[in-house]
């Protein structure tokens, strides 16, 4: 299957910093998609990009769709406590989504 | 507006036993795709469901088979269970859309998995 390389693997920030991540493939994507996975739960979707360059932003989190299309990074802006979590890109190619790595974000309060 | 539900929320069992777990799509959706994600890694692609057929499938085994019904809702069926099987079993709903001569899948939306252990 295709391989998406999420980093960094995990980050440890303080509360108020900026986050920033990134998600890398060796195919091309038709959308890109960021999710967010609380322990024991299903993913939950964040953001959504279906343009190459396009940048779009949902409260304090800014994704990009990358100009290759082979790549996407989401930042986190004034990180607070309830951002912990693990974060994955997701990218669509055809009818099928292939899933990061995933980044695991701890923030000290 | 419900979300993807998906029963049950837990559930035990031994190796060679078989398994149904079930799922119900977002409202409006009408694809159903399942995904197994075992423990520190990410969601892997089982297989989608829509029309009542399977459209895609994943690198999985035979032992791992589905069923669409008339409503959209969905099962994920394994025969044979392996202690490797022990996941968490994630279903996504989404919707086929066309973009000019494109047709493209809206974004998935997921429920909150099944806990699937194999003892």
């Known amino acids: 299957g295709q391989q998406l390389n999420q980093s960094p693997q995990s980050m440890f920030i303080q509360e108020g910093e900026d986050v920033s991540m990134n998600c890398t493939s060796s195919?091309?994507?038709?959308?890109w998609l960021w999710y967010k996975q609380d322990p024991g739960e299903g993913p939950v979707l964040l953001i959504a990009?279906?343009?190459?360059?396009e940048l779009t932003s949902n409260g304090r989190l800014t994704a990009q769709f990358g100009i290759t299309r082979k790549d996407s990074f989401l930042n986190i802006s004034a990180s607070i406590p309830s951002d912990v979590g693990i974060y994955f890109c997701?990218?669509?190619?055809?009818?099928?989504?292939?899933f990061g790595t995933g980044t695991s974000l701890t923030v000290i309060p | 507006d419900a979300g993807v539900t998906q029963s049950p929320t837990h559930l035990i069992k031994t190796r060679g036993q078989q398994v149904t777990l079930r799922c119900s799509p977002k409202?409006?959706?009408?694809?159903v795709s399942w995904y197994q994600q075992a423990l520190g890694q990410g969601p892997q692609f089982i297989f989608q469901?829509?029309?009542?057929?399977?459209?895609q499938r994943g690198n999985f085994p035979d032992r791992f088979s589905g069923h669409q019904f008339p409503n959209y809702s969905s099962e994920l069926n394994v025969n044979a269970l392996l202690l490797g099987d022990s996941a968490l079993y994630l279903c996504?709903?989404?919707?086929?859309?066309?973009?000019?001569?494109?047709?493209?899948?809206?974004?998935?939306?997921f429920g909150p998995g099944t806990r699937l252990t194999v003892l």
């Open positions: 195919s091309i994507f038709n959308t």
């Open positions: 996504a709903s989404s919707t086929l859309q066309t973009s000019g001569r494109a047709l493209s899948y809206n974004e998935q939306f």
């Open positions: 997701a990218g669509q190619l055809i009818s099928q989504f292939y």
């Open positions: 409202s409006g959706h009408d694809t």
């Open positions: 469901y829509y029309e009542e057929e399977e459209r």
């Open positions: 990009l279906y343009k190459a360059g």
